[in-house]
């Protein structure tokens, strides 16, 4: 006899979608508080920045200067985004989002990078183009230099505290995963550290094209090396909102989960001895720390209902254990008509 249980859904610890998540033996709460206080150092540094670069640039006419001003206040705003994003992911599970409200991150960091974009790299092309059109040469003053490079200065200062919270960050969270930071920063789904962390990168670059320009354009005496330095930081701007752009978007899609998280599961799966054929197992990526599962399993023939249930109880249990972001499993099990070999298992898609 074949038996046959299309889905059978283990939920821990709770009767409320989705409030499993926060019981699962390996999930850390302080991992979201970290990103969010992430996110409220950088938008703190960035306001004020952004105000000292704007009084720099309309005391010394100088539209790189204008320029990084309105990358700091669209950096602001951004932190505003990710805030907003951070606090809605955490919002509870219900019956019109029975997985939960993870991919509020996503959308949220998609918007951010939409808005590096359109309010930093397009006004940073715009004065660019409007001083090099306008041309000519400005003879400034030993005040306004002052006060130009050293608001360069200080930006540079808290923008480098700012980014060095953020790789801390990061590297706690490679660390936790075993990856190093390079593949962390390329595939950790948290969106929110990583935006900030792309977001200052391009800051500090911004700053240093910035003090270029300016310092050229007195000493060649021409305002083209102003706007050429205030496109230049236009052209960093938009390589920061691309990668980001493309992260979220496919996070958005319903990217599955990591290759080790995937592997980690597999593995777990198949210690239990009455697992015969892992049939598909498939993963999605429903918010920074959540990812759900769903697979089809091939199981020890004689297995009744009750020892199936008792099975996925387990193999959910151990997995919350071993794989703390699974927070969601679905699966369907078929008694093996006749024996398997065992480890000889068909590819699955991921």
Do not use: C
């Not at 009767?15 to 703190?44: C, K, N, Q, W």
């Not at 200067?65 to 992911?89: C, K, P, R, W, Y």
């Not at 092309?125 to 130009?148: A, F, K, P």
């Not at 930071?181 to 094209?209: M, N, Q």
């Amino acid at each position: 006899m074949v038996h046959k249980i299309t889905p059978i859904t283990y939920v821990r610890g709770s009767d409320e979608p989705g409030d499993h998540l926060f019981d699962l033996p390996g999930y850390d709460a302080s991992m979201a508080e970290e990103s969010r206080s992430t996110v409220i150092a950088a938008m703190a540094t960035n306001l004020g920045i952004a105000l000292g670069k704007l009084v720099a640039g309309v005391f010394t006419h100088s539209s790189a200067l204008l320029a990084e001003s309105g990358h700091s206040f669209a950096d602001t705003m951004n932190q505003v985004f990710l805030l907003v994003g951070i606090n809605l992911s955490d919002s509870k599970a219900d019956a019109t989002h029975p997985h939960g409200y993870g991919k509020e991150g996503f959308f949220w960091s998609f918007l951010a990078a939409l808005f590096i974009f359109v309010a930093g790299a397009t006004f940073s092309v715009y004065e660019g183009i409007r001083t090099l059109v306008e041309g000519g040469s400005r003879d400034r003053s030993g005040t306004e230099l002052l006060v130009g490079f050293g608001v360069l200065a200080m930006a540079f200062v808290f923008e480098s505290i700012s980014f060095s919270v953020a790789i801390r960050a990061l590297q706690r969270g490679a660390s936790a995963h075993g990856w190093t930071l390079g593949h962390y920063i390329r595939k950790s789904p948290d969106l929110s550290t990583k935006t900030v962390f792309w977001e200052d990168g391009a800051a500090l670059t911004g700053l240093t094209i910035a003090a270029i320009g300016l310092l050229l354009s007195q000493l060649l005496a021409s305002e083209v090396w102003d706007g050429l330095a205030s496109i230049g930081i236009g052209g960093v701007l938009s390589v920061a909102a691309l990668i980001l752009g493309l992260q979220s978007r496919s996070l958005l899609l319903g990217a599955a989960a990591s290759e080790e998280t995937r592997a980690a599961i597999r593995a777990t799966v198949e210690s239990f001895p009455e697992v015969e054929v892992i049939v598909r197992l498939l993963t999605m990526q429903l918010g920074t720390h959540s990812v759900l599962v769903t697979g089809e399993l091939h199981v020890r023939p004689g297995l009744t209902t009750l020892p199936i249930e008792d099975l996925i109880a387990r193999i959910d249990e151990k997995l919350g254990e071993v794989v703390p972001e699974v927070s969601d499993t679905f699966w369907e099990l078929h008694a093996v008509p006749e024996p398997v070999a065992r480890r000889t298992r068909p590819s699955s898609t991921p």
